[in-house]
């Protein structure tokens, strides 16, 4: 069985940092890559530059990647198997199962055609497409993308353990849920990691959730802690594409999209000051909020990978946080991060 192992990290990339998942010995760069804006949800996508940007992350030593089997049906982790085989003991690869789509038509969580399974069933069903869409015989970290209301979480567990068993997964992992359920999940089998939102617009976690997650030792992974762009800056939510499902969300319109531009604004000012680009301070600010968290920056091209990958340079001093925090309550009409239909399966 060809797994990762940080031992394949050459000599070039060693201005990359690296940080513990969970317990465990595996090394992962302090900044992952999130691959699904590769393949879907954020408007064209262009299969050359994708590739380019993967061979570039190795490049760079980010070794930690992340996708999922809805990501455009499967497309996404086929496309990543292109480069993933060829590279399989340079990367720690991490999907997730759970969304489906009726009749087949792909589409994003919150539309209509789109439904949860967390069931023993599926999972056994979901682990051996994913793993011949990667090409690969074991998976690095398997997650439940949600937790489904309607099966409970030991039974979702249950299977997903049976998996590290049989060899086809090495570590389980949870999606957005609740501090109930991965206590839950915890008494079936270790929990490596919770992945869930979180950025300077998101602090849905921090409360109970971040303090379960430490009282477990189970590593966070924030998805989307550019908060879907909208701290960068540098985006016109005027030329999205009307593929891209960030129009859908309400923090994209109206007041909500106000406050947020006035909020980037004045971020970038302080970034600026900081010698830093709006996504480096906001993803070093993530960073900042301790080590156990390892962010998953989604992004399609070179450039945006090579600009986060350097946020693991920006140093922030307490007064820095604290000014950060200042300027967050300064402007609170964020909106929220998913339409009312896509909230149900958050937090459960």
Not at 82 to 90: A, I, S
Request: charged share 25%; aromatic share 8%; net charge neutral.
């Amino acid at each position: 069985m060809m797994c990762y192992s940080s031992k394949a990290l050459s000599e070039k990339n060693k201005e990359m940092k690296y940080r513990n998942l969970s317990n465990t010995t595996e090394k992962l760069s302090a900044v992952g890559l999130g691959c699904m804006g590769m393949s879907f949800a954020y408007g064209p996508t262009d299969d050359t530059e994708s590739i380019a940007t993967l061979h570039k992350a190795l490049d760079l030593g980010i070794n930690f990647w992340d996708t999922a089997d809805m990501y455009a049906n499967g497309l996404n982790e086929e496309l990543i198997s292109k480069v993933l085989v060829p590279n399989r003991d340079k990367i720690f690869i991490a999907t997730k199962f759970g969304f489906r789509f009726k009749d087949n038509i792909a589409g994003p969580s919150n539309a209509s055609g789109t439904y949860f399974d967390g069931s023993p069933a599926w999972i056994k069903i979901a682990i051996e497409n994913s793993l011949k869409r990667l090409k690969i015989d074991t998976i690095d970290l398997y997650y439940a993308h949600r937790v489904d209301p309607n099966v409970p979480i030991e039974e979702t567990v249950g299977a997903m353990a049976e998996l590290v068993k049989e060899g086809k997964v090495r570590y389980l992992g949870l999606s957005e849920a609740s501090a109930s359920s991965l206590r839950k999940a915890y008494a079936v089998h270790p929990i490596a990691a919770l992945q869930s939102e979180y950025s300077l617009l998101t602090r849905d976690v921090e409360g109970e959730i971040l303090e379960t997650v430490r009282s477990l030792n189970v590593s966070l992974v924030p998805y989307s802690p550019l908060a879907r762009g909208l701290v960068t800056n540098t985006l016109d939510v005027n030329s999205l594409a009307d593929t891209d499902f960030r129009k859908t969300l309400p923090r994209y319109s109206g007041e909500n999209l106000a406050n947020n531009q006035s909020l980037a604004a004045a971020f970038a000012a302080i970034a600026a000051e900081k010698n830093a680009t709006p996504a480096q301070l906001a993803l070093a600010w993530v960073l900042a909020q301790g080590d156990d968290i390892i962010p998953i920056p989604g992004t399609k091209k070179r450039k945006y990978l090579e600009e986060n990958a350097k946020a693991v340079d920006v140093e922030l001093s307490q007064i820095d946080l604290e000014e950060i925090q200042k300027l967050i309550k300064k402007y609170p009409n964020t909106g929220a991060r998913y339409t009312e239909g896509a909230l149900k399966l958050v937090n459960n």
